[in-house]
T-cell receptor
Framework: DSGVTQTPKHLITATGQRVTLRCSPR?????VYWYQQSLDQGLQFLIQ???????AKGNILERFSAQQFPDLHSELNLSSLELGDSALYFC???????????????FGEGSRLTVL | AQKITQTQPGMFVQEKEAVTLDCTYD???????LFWYKQPSSGEMIFLIY??????QNATEGRYSLNFQKARKSANLVISASQLGDSAMYFC?????????????FGKGTLLTVNP
């Protein structure tokens, strides 16, 4: 158990709809990352937050948005869903990089989104 | 240009034999980190091993070792005495940045199948 909690684990919805994926990071971790893993693809970085602030953005579509709340949980909002958005969405958390921390990301179990 | 390249989409190995999974990376940073993660068919991401760019010794963790060749920019994973439970997708990743501003970039992965 990584300590990162993601909900829901599975989600089936229709094209054009909007969904929200939720992530609670490990206790003490201030950074939250979102990754997308489509079929037969590696993990694509979407966005990073640190203590409520957006720190880095990857190939995140304009239809997608995220935020990190004061209690450090994060939400990824996906709107106007298309068939191609079907994927496994991972949240990961990490502590600040330091001499004792390597930058390892601790992953949740993922939210599997199916768009029909 | 891809920052992490895994040239082997799939690999097969006999149980109890050793196997090497290839990974090359591209960065102009002096300080970076390299990671290997395992993703079994159940989907979770499991951290295996880490190598820092300034580490002179190759990292080892049980049956896993990382063959780090800095000049060649390669970070191959060696799994000794393969077990059936090693059958999974393996991802190489690189950390760039520091402090609270870093992220991991992943390769496309290698699917390892261990045959009895």
């Amino acid at each position: 158990d990584s300590g990162v909690t993601q909900t829901p684990k599975h989600l089936i919805t229709a094209t054009g709809q909007r969904v929200t994926l939720r992530c609670s990071p490990r206790s003490g971790d201030l950074s939250v990352y979102w990754y997308q893993q489509s079929l037969d693809q590696g993990l694509q970085f979407l966005i990073q937050y640190y203590n409520g602030e957006e720190r880095a953005k990857g190939n995140i579509l304009e239809r997608f948005s995220a935020q990190q709340f004061p209690d450090l949980h994060s939400e990824l909002n996906l709107s106007s869903l298309e068939l191609g958005d079907s994927a496994l969405y991972f949240c990961a958390s990490s502590p600040r990089l330091s001499g004792q921390n390597t930058g390892e990301l601790f992953f949740g179990e993922g939210s599997r989104l199916t768009v029909l | 240009a891809q920052k992490i390249t895994q040239t082997q989409p799939g690999m097969f190995v006999q149980e109890k034999e050793a196997v090497t999974l290839d990974c090359t990376y591209d960065t102009s940073d002096q300080s970076y980190g390299l990671f290997w993660y395992k993703q079994p068919s159940s989907g979770e991401m499991i951290f295996l091993i880490y190598q820092g760019s300034y580490d002179e010794q190759n990292a080892t963790e049980g049956r896993y070792s990382l063959n780090f060749q800095k000049a060649r920019k390669s970070a191959n994973l060696v799994i000794s005495a393969s077990q059936l439970g090693d059958s999974a997708m393996y991802f190489c990743a690189m950390r760039e940045g520091g402090g609270s501003n870093y992220k991991l970039t992943f390769g496309k992965g290698t699917l390892l199948t261990v045959n009895p």
